[in-house]
């Protein structure tokens, strides 16, 4: 935890940090996993996963990472079964499996905070998610 607080502690933007740090209580509460850093990715819980082409690799099951221009929140599964959820969001952009967040003031955190609980739920059912 102290390399994640050090990563956290070197973002210029003081609202962006306080951002990240929000974002860190947030998803380890949501999941129920403990933070480790993968770069700046700040991820929680394991699993691996194989493609039909036969590449294979391990992932978190739910991430964050406080970029320069936006906070990335690493919802897996990809956003299909949560429109409903995303309309009362508040400002985002999507990616594939990237939500974009400017800052976490633009968005209702109960709404985000269920997005990710049922991230997470939908990666446990789908594959063998541990904590390390």
């Known amino acids: 935890m102290d390399d994640i607080q050090l990563f956290i502690s070197k973002i210029d ?35 691996h996963y194989q493609y039909d082409s036969g590449r294979e690799g391990d992932s978190a099951v739910i991430a964050f990472s406080p970029r320069k221009q936006n906070t990335v929140v690493y919802i897996m599964p990809g956003f299909d079964e949560y429109h409903d959820l995303l309309a009362k969001l508040g400002k985002h952009k999507l990616g594939k499996s990237c939500l974009y967040i400017n800052k976490l003031s633009d968005v209702n955190l109960s709404v985000l905070t269920k997005i990710a609980e049922l991230s997470v739920k939908h990666m446990q059912q789908k594959y063998q998610c541990t904590a390390s």
């Open 13 to 47: 933007n003081k609202d962006r940090q306080q951002d990240a740090h929000s974002m860190l209580s947030l998803l380890e509460s949501a999941s129920g996993y403990q933070p480790y850093l993968m770069g700046s990715i700040i991820g929680f819980g394991h699993y």
